[in-house]
Nanobody, 119 residues
Framework: QVQLVESGGGLVQPGGSLRLSCAAS????????MGWYRQAPGQPRELVAF???????NYVDSVKGRFTISRDNAKNAVYLQMNSLKSEDTAAYYC?????????????WGQGTQVTVSS
């Protein structure tokens, strides 16, 4: 059994910053990649950023230069530093991990954390 637990969401004013955290626990052999997705009301879920086990990163164009994804392999954790937040960043943010467990390769999702950017 694997669990992903996110934290760090909240209400912030435009131009502000938040740092999201996600930690994976359970029967994990190795984690291939971890990523952050977001979903605004009435919109499909979109990839925000992901990072491979080797540290390669990729971002959706709308957050490049503002968001930074990082990971701590020893803690099976991934972080998303969000700066210069805009109202359009308001969404539920979800962590996803592609990993190897005793039973095979799987993808797991966290429960989501709400980020609201508003004055």
């Amino acid at each position: 059994q694997v669990q992903l637990v996110e934290s760090g969401g909240g209400l912030v004013q435009p131009g502000g910053s938040l740092r999201l955290s996600c930690a994976a626990s359970g029967s994990i052999i190795s984690i291939y990649s971890m990523g952050w997705y977001r979903q605004a009301p009435g919109q499909p879920r979109e990839l925000v950023a992901f990072i491979t086990s080797g540290g390669n990163t990729n971002y959706v164009d709308s957050v490049k230069g503002r968001f930074t994804i990082s990971r701590d392999n020893a803690k099976n954790a991934v972080y998303l530093q969000m700066n210069s937040l805009k109202s359009e960043d308001t969404a539920a943010y979800y962590c996803k991990a592609s990993l190897l467990a005793p039973g095979g390769a799987y993808e797991y999702w966290g429960q989501g954390t709400q980020v609201t950017v508003s004055s």
